[in-house]
């Protein structure tokens, strides 16, 4: 199927197209701070680092929220042919990218507040405390905000590698459909 030959009804939302390319680069880049900010010393830096990851984390959170009730109120496209096991890992992983689009956030939204480091999101509104302060607590929850975090990466690079696949292999139009722009 080529761009030009590509049905406009086969696309997903304006809305969905924008949310999913949203998250896209605000998980990639919070990861990408966070594993910088991971092994820096106490600084400056590191605090304001500190602060913006957990600020785009709640921000995340959020725009996960909006998303999975965007997805629940708007039928997405059909899917395009391909065989059973390839559907059924596509939609595993999408509902699994789902749950870690709330997990992480949630899991470090938690270790903040055990940690007893308020989350003011953007510096201006401060969030409730998600569990008590309990510095055991935030040490046991801490490894599981980034193994998390991992497993949203490598989830979303199976999803990049098989959108490419279609790309480049199948050339099936599938990337056409979550594209930005018209169709």
């Known amino acids: 199927m080529t761009r030009s030959s590509f049905n406009q009804s086969e696309r997903y939302s304006g809305v969905a197209i924008g949310l999913h390319w949203l998250l896209a680069l ?16 106490f600084s400056m830096t590191r605090l304001k680092l500190f ?3 957990k600020w785009a984390g709640m921000t995340i959170l959020a725009l996960s929220i909006l998303r ?12 395009l042919p391909a065989p059973q096991w390839q559907l059924t890992v596509a939609h595993l992983t ?13 899991v470090g939204w938690a270790y903040s507040s055990a940690a007893g480091f308020p ?14 302060k309990d510095k055991a607590l935030a040490e046991m929850i801490e490894p599981w905000h980034g193994a998390l975090a991992w497993a949203l990466i490598v989830l979303a690079g199976l999803h990049i590698a098989a959108a490419l696949k279609h790309q480049f292999i199948d050339r ?3 990337i056409n459909r979550m594209r930005p722009g018209r169709g």
């Open 119 to 132: 989350i003011v999101w953007f510096g201006v509104l401060q969030l409730p405390d998600f569990v008590p």
């Open 172 to 174: 099936d139009g599938l």
């Open 51 to 53: 602060n913006w990851h």
């Open 68 to 79: 999975l009730l965007w997805r629940a109120t708007h039928r997405p496209p059909a899917d």
């Open 94 to 106: 999408h509902w699994l990218m789902y749950a870690l689009f709330f997990a992480v956030p949630l």
């Open 26 to 41: 605000l998980i990639l880049g919070v990861f990408g701070v966070g594993f910088y900010m991971a092994d820096l010393p």
